[in-house]
């Protein structure tokens, strides 16, 4: 059973900065690109930014600047820096993977940017 938890989301003011970290487990044989998205209240869920395994990255237009993604393939781990936070930011925010050729999704972390 192959599971992402993410963890690290929380509060912050308008100009702060929060760390998502994303753990994969289970029987994993490979992990290709992963990712993060997120869903605002009445919004679809976007992609914020994606990494592929040898380090790749791709990241929305509205993050450039501000947000880092990077993975740790040894501890089957992906991050997302994300400096400068906006109102605009709040979300619950979302892992992605691909393991075993399949795409995996956590339960989401919350983020709150007050202004």
């Known amino acids: 059973q192959v599971q992402l938890v993410e963890s690290g989301g929380g509060l912050v003011q308008a100009g702060g900065s929060l760390r998502l970290s994303c753990a994969a487990s289970?029987?994993?044989?490979?992990?290709?690109?992963m990712g993060w998205y997120r869903q605002a209240p009445g919004n679809q869920r976007e992609s914020v930014a994606r990494?592929?395994?040898?380090?790749?990255?791709n990241y929305a237009d509205f993050v450039k600047g501000r947000f880092t993604i990077s993975r740790d393939n040894a501890k089957n781990m992906v991050y997302l820096q994300m400096n400068s936070l906006k109102p605009d930011d709040t979300a619950v925010y979302y892992c992605?993977?691909?393991?075993?050729?399949?795409?995996?999704w956590g339960q989401g972390t919350q983020v709150t940017v007050s202004s």
């Open positions: 992605r993977a691909e393991i075993n050729y399949t795409y995996y």
């Open positions: 289970g029987s994993i044989f490979s992990i290709n690109d």
């Open positions: 990494i592929t395994n040898a380090g790749y990255t």
